[in-house]
C-alpha cells in the first residue's frame, strides 16, 4: 500500500524545487504583488507560490493516487481554479470572473466528484439531492474565499490551512483511510514545501492561485471526512476543521455592510488587520491567529464525535472571545505599548551580552551533538537494521564525503539536505532497532534533549547577525509535535517514534544552529561526524 509519509516527501520535494525556478519567471510574466496602502509589505515581491503548492499535491495525486470520481473532480477542479487563480495573480480579474471558476470547480466535486453534503447538525432527515448539492456548492464557495481573504500576512493563510490538513490528516487515519489520507498529506507537503519560503519576511506569495487552490481543498476535504470517510463523525465538526478563516470573512462581510460600503472591495477589517492596528507587529499577530486556529483543530480531534451543540459552543465561544477582545480594545483605545522591555526581555539581553555565556551555550550544542550521533549509531542493535538501510546509508555517506572534500559552504542548500537526511536516516534507525536503555539511560537520554532544547532556545533569543531566532513556522512544528506526542497511542500504538521524532526535532535545530554559527571548523566536525555515525551504522549492516 502506497505510504502517505512517501507521498508527503515527493510533494513538498516538487514545491521546494518548483517554487525558485517561478521566483526567477515571476517578473517576466508579471506574477508580482506590488506594494500599496491595504498591504504590508513594502517591495514588489512574486506571488507564484501557489504555482508549487498545486505543483507537488496535483502531481504526486495525478502519479500516484488511485483512480477514482473524487480524484477526477478534484484533479480538474484545482486545474480550474489555478488557471483562473493565475490570471488573476497576472491582470487583477474582477471578483465576476473568479467566481464563476469557483462555482464550476466546486460543481464538479459535488455532481461528478459525488461529495456533497447530507446530513447536517440537528436534522434528523438528510438533505435531498436538490436542496444539499446546491447548499454544498455555496459552502465551498465562501471556504474558498474564506482562505483567500486571510491571505494577508507572511505564513498567516499557509498556517491556518496546515493546521486544518493536520487535524483531518489524524482523523482520517483513525478512521483507518488510507486513501484520503493520501490527498491530505499530498496537499500538505506541497504546502509545506511553500511554507518554507513564505514564513516573515516572505521571499514568495501564494497569490489567488495558492489561496484558492488551498481553500478549495479544505473544503471539499472536510465535507468529505465528515460526510463520506466516516459518518460517525460529528456533521458540525467541518466548522472546527476549517477554523477561524470562516468566522472572520462573515465578520468582514457584516462589517462592510453597517458601514455600507462594497461587499467585494478589499478593506482592512480583517482579524489580522485589526491586530496590527492594535500595535501588535506581524510575528505577535500571526502568533495569536495561529493560537486561536490551533486550539480549534486540536479539539476538533478530541470531540470528533461529541453532539453538534458542544462542537458548536467550542466554535463559537472560541472565536467570539478573540473578536470581544478585538471590539473591547478598539472601543477602551487600548493599544498594545512597546517602550519598556519586559524584566525577562532585559534579563536576556544582559546574558547575551556576556560573551562567555553564549559562548559557553553554543561549544556546548556544538560539542555535544557530534557526540551524540557517533554514542547513538553504536548502541542501534544490529538485528534490525536491514540491506536497504544499509543501501541509503552508503549513498549518504558518499554525498558527504563528496561535500566534505569540495568545502560544505560551496553548496548550503544541498549540504543542508544531505546532512538533515542523515541525521534523518540515524533517526529512522533508532526508532526500528531501538538502544537497550535501562532507567538511568533514559533519564539521560531524556535529560539530553531537554538540556539540548534549552540551548537552542536560550541561543536562539541571543539574536545574532544571522537571525537563527524563533519563527511562525518553529509554533507549526511544535503544534505538530506536541498533537503527534499527545494521540501516538492511539494514531501509532508506539509512544517511541513520537520520542524519538521530538528529539530528532531539536537535533535538526541544533544542526541549523551549528550550521549558521560554527564556522568551518564546526560544520567539518559535524559532518565528519554525521559520516562516522553513517559508517558505523553500515558496518552493522554489511560485517
Not at 148 to 167: F, K, M, V
Not at 333 to 359: D, H, K, V
Not at 405 to 419: D, E
Amino acid at each position: 500500500m502506497l505510504s502517505p509519509v512517501v507521498v508527503f516527501l515527493i510533494a513538498l520535494t516538487i514545491s521546494v524545487w518548483v517554487i525558485p525556478l517561478a521566483i526567477r519567471i515571476a517578473p517576466r510574466i508579471g506574477m508580482i504583488d506590488e506594494p500599496d496602502p491595504r498591504k504590508i509589505h513594502r517591495a514588489p515581491i512574486a506571488r507564484v507560490g501557489g504555482v508549487g503548492i498545486a505543483a507537488g499535491a496535483l502531481l504526486v495525486l495525478v502519479l500516484l493516487a488511485p483512480r477514482t470520481p473524487f480524484l477526477c473532480a478534484f484533479l480538474v477542479g484545482s486545474v480550474i481554479l489555478a488557471f483562473f487563480g493565475a490570471w488573476d495573480d497576472v491582470r487583477e480579474l474582477g471578483h465576476y470572473p473568479k467566481f464563476a471558476g469557483q462555482l464550476f470547480a466546486a460543481a464538479l466535486v459535488v455532481w461528478y466528484g459525488g461529495v456533497w453534503i447530507s446530513d447536517v447538525p440537528f436534522l434528523a432527515t438528510p438533505l435531498p439531492a436538490w436542496l444539499g448539492q446546491p447548499f454544498t456548492v455555496v459552502a465551498i464557495v465562501g471556504v474558498i474565499n474564506a482562505i483567500n481573504h486571510s491571505d494577508g500576512l507572511d505564513g498567516l493563510a499557509g498556517g491556518e490551512t496546515a493546521l486544518s490538513l493536520g487535524a483531518m490528516s489524524c482523523l482520517a487515519y483513525l478512521s483507518r483511510n488510507a486513501d484520503f489520507l493520501i490527498f491530505t498529506a499530498a496537499v500538505g507537503g506541497g504546502l509545506l514545501g511553500f511554507m518554507r519560503y513564505n514564513t516573515y519576511p516572505a521571499k514568495v506569495f501564494m497569490g489567488d492561485l495558492g489561496s484558492q487552490f488551498l481553500g478549495f481543498a479544505v473544503a471539499v476535504f472536510a465535507i468529505a471526512l465528515t460526510q463520506q470517510v466516516n459518518h460517525t463523525l460529528s456533521k458540525s465538526l467541518a466548522l472546527l476543521l476549517v477554523g477561524l478563516p470562516v468566522l472572520d470573512i462573515l465578520v468582514v462581510l457584516y462589517l462592510r455592510i453597517k458601514g455600507k460600503m462594497n461587499w467585494f472591495k478589499a478593506t482592512r477589517n480583517h482579524t489580522h488587520h485589526r491586530l496590527l492596528d492594535l500595535n501588535f507587529d506581524h510575528h505577535q499577530a500571526v502568533l495569536i491567529i495561529y493560537s486561536v486556529q490551533a486550539l480549534l483543530t486540536f479539539v476538533a480531534v478530541f470531540i470528533a464525535y461529541e453532539s453538534d451543540v458542544l462542537i458548536l459552543a467550542v466554535y463559537f465561544s472560541t472565536c467570539g472571545s478573540l473578536f470581544l477582545g478585538l471590539v473591547l480594545a478598539e472601543k477602551l483605545g487600548w493599544r498594545l505599548m512597546r517602550t519598556q522591555p519586559s524584566l525577562p526581555s532585559r534579563l536576556m539581553t544582559a546574558l547575551s551580552e556576556r560573551s562567555t555565556f553564549s559562548r559557553g551555550i553554543l561549544l556546548f550544542i556544538q560539542i555535544s551533538v557530534p557526540v551524540y550521533l557517533l554514542l547513538t549509531s553504536a548502541e542501534v542493535s544490529k538485528e534490525y537494521v536491514g540491506a536497504p538501510v544499509g543501501t541509503y546509508t552508503v549513498t549518504l555517506i558518499a554525498l558527504l564525503a563528496l561535500l566534505l572534500a569540495f568545502g560544505v559552504q560551496r553548496s548550503p542548500a544541498i549540504y543542508r539536505l544531505v546532512l538533515f537526511s542523515s541525521v534523518g536516516m540515524i533517526a529512522y534507525c533508532i526508532y526500528c532497532a531501538p538502544p537497550a536503555l535501562n532507567l538511568l539511560g533514559v533519564i539521560a537520554n531524556v535529560g539530553y534533549f531537554a538540556a539540548l532544547a534549552l540551548a537552542v532556545a536560550l541561543a536562539a533569543l541571543f539574536r545574532s547577525q544571522d537571525d537563527f531566532s524563533p519563527s511562525n513556522m518553529d509554533f507549526l512544528v511544535v503544534a505538530a509535535l506536541v498533537t503527534a506526542a499527545v494521540f501516538s497511542n492511539e494514531i501509532i500504538g508506539a509512544g517511541s517514534f513520537w520520542t524519538v521524532a521530538i528529539g530528532t526535532t531539536v537535533v535538526f535545530y541544533a544542526c541549523e544552529l551549528i550550521i549558521l554559527r560554527g564556522g568551518k571548523k564546526w560544520n567539518r566536525i559535524l559532518s565528519t561526524s554525521a559520516v562516522g555515525s553513517l559508517g558505523i551504522i553500515v558496518g552493522k549492516v554489511f560485517l
